[in-house]
């Protein structure tokens, strides 16, 4: 209950100092939220503040960079004479342990442009991602991963 109640607290932090609910401001409110709820969790206390904050700063320098990048690759196809796009459903298997860092890797999916998470399988850690344009399905798996899950991973093991 601290966990939710904190989490939706820090939304609605967020949504107020950014002075409107639009424009995905919530969905960052509750993953700003998420973060920090994961950084005070038991196994990280061990961990020094050094660490977590440098494990939490490159997470979200590759998540922004991961966004600008997909945005870029999504206004390229849309500005294609022709659209040639190839989506594809990826089964996802993750590595990740913790249920509230699955939920986040999940979140950063959805949150990056051209690609969104329609379900996780807590049983089988697979998340099933929908993605607009993977003509290397291989590629876009290695891309996820080295972006946005191996970050997560760093800071699970910290």
Known sequence: MRFLGFTLLCAFVWVALEGSPGDGRLVMGILIGLVLMTLEQSSLRRANFLSRAKAVGRILFLFVWEIVYANWEQL???????????????????QLESPRLQALFAAMITLTPGTCSVEVDPETKTVYVHALSASDVPGTVARIFERLEEPLLRLEHV
């Open 76 to 94: 390229k196809i849309v500005l294609a004479p022709r659209i040639a796009v190839e989506p594809r459903w990826i089964h996802y298997r993750m």
